[in-house]
């Protein structure tokens, strides 16, 4: 990620004041995570909007994260669901849990909202032997090494049309050619994946910009 640049935070307040507003429950969402010892790592308010937007596009009644935090991202897409929907968030720490569980209650979605706790490797293996149901859409932003063995089991997990979403994938040591990264790995892998049709895109971001990388599932045809 870049280093600070006031030009792009004012675009980015004013994008965010235009399109993303945070209501109370956001607010109050950040303030628990502040007040938990949380870092903070989340999307922004305007990636939160981008999120959004993107499950309302994309229809979603079945919503996969991989990487809870304190829940402020699933608010965001628990949003965009369908009204029958469901979102299942993958997080390794129980304390991370224990703080989404609390917002996602305030804001009125555990009963749409299921936080399981546990390494997000395991934890999507089990759910791919227990042939769960497919999803709409999968969200990547836990950690980055990470990032290419959670999208081979999202690959097949997601339903064919679905997205698959990664996060903070234009740090940058992209662009150098003698640096290795778990974002540098993904963004090779998706667009090499034959069953995927993928693109970046940049993402303001209050300390400098950085980049949601999004993929389509569409299996090639024989």
Same mark, same amino acid.
């Given at each position: 990620?870049?280093?600070?640049?006031?030009?792009? +935070?004012?675009? #980015?307040?004013? @994008?965010?004041?235009?399109? /993303?507003?945070?209501?109370?429950?956001?607010?109050?969402? %950040?303030?628990?995570?502040?007040? +938990?010892?949380?870092?903070?790592?989340? !999307?922004?308010?305007?990636?939160?909007?981008?999120?959004?937007? =993107?499950?309302?596009?994309?229809?979603?009644?079945?919503? *996969?994260?991989?990487?809870?935090?304190?829940?402020?991202?699933?608010?965001? =897409?628990? %949003?965009?669901?369908?009204?029958?929907?469901?979102?299942?968030?993958?997080?390794?720490?129980?304390?991370?849990?224990?703080?989404?569980? %609390?917002?996602?209650?305030?804001?009125?979605?555990?009963?749409?909202?299921?936080?399981?706790?546990?390494?997000?490797?395991?934890?999507?293996?089990?759910?791919?032997?227990?042939? +769960?149901?497919?999803?709409?859409?999968?969200? @990547?932003?836990?950690?980055?090494?990470?990032?290419?063995?959670?999208?081979?089991?999202?690959?097949?997990?997601?339903? +064919?049309?679905?997205? @698959?979403? /990664?996060?903070?994938?234009?740090?940058?040591?992209?662009?150098?050619?003698?640096?290795?990264?778990?974002?540098?790995?993904?963004?090779?892998?998706? /667009?090499?994946?034959?069953?995927?049709?993928?693109?970046? !895109?940049?993402? *303001?971001? %209050?300390?400098?910009? #950085?980049?949601?990388? @999004?993929?389509?599932?569409?299996?090639?045809?024989?």
């Amino acid at each position: 990620m870049t280093g600070p640049d006031k030009s792009l +935070e004012n675009y #980015d307040q004013y @994008i965010s004041q235009l399109f /993303a507003v945070e209501d109370p429950v956001l607010q109050a969402t %950040r303030a628990t995570m502040q007040q +938990e010892g949380l870092r903070p790592i989340n !999307v922004s308010a305007t990636g939160g909007q981008l999120l959004y937007l =993107l499950a309302l596009m994309n229809g979603a009644r079945r919503i *996969l994260e991989i990487g809870t935090l304190g829940g402020y991202s699933a608010i965001w =897409l628990a %949003r965009a669901l369908q009204a029958d929907g469901a979102l299942i968030s993958l997080d390794i720490d129980a304390h991370h849990a224990a703080v989404a569980r %609390r917002n996602l209650a305030q804001a009125g979605l555990d009963t749409q909202v299921e936080v399981r706790v546990g390494p997000a490797l395991a934890t999507l293996t089990a759910m791919a032997q227990a042939r +769960e149901a497919p999803f709409d859409l999968v969200f @990547i932003d836990a950690d980055k090494d990470g990032y290419v063995a959670y999208l081979q089991q999202a690959v097949a997990l997601v339903r +064919e049309g679905g997205l @698959i979403l /990664a996060d903070n994938t234009l740090p940058d040591e992209v662009l150098d050619a003698n640096r290795d990264s778990g974002a540098k790995r993904y963004n090779a892998a998706v /667009a090499a994946h034959p069953a995927l049709v993928s693109s970046i !895109v940049p993402v *303001l971001r %209050r300390q400098g910009f #950085d980049g949601l990388t @999004i993929s389509i599932k569409r299996t090639p045809r024989t």
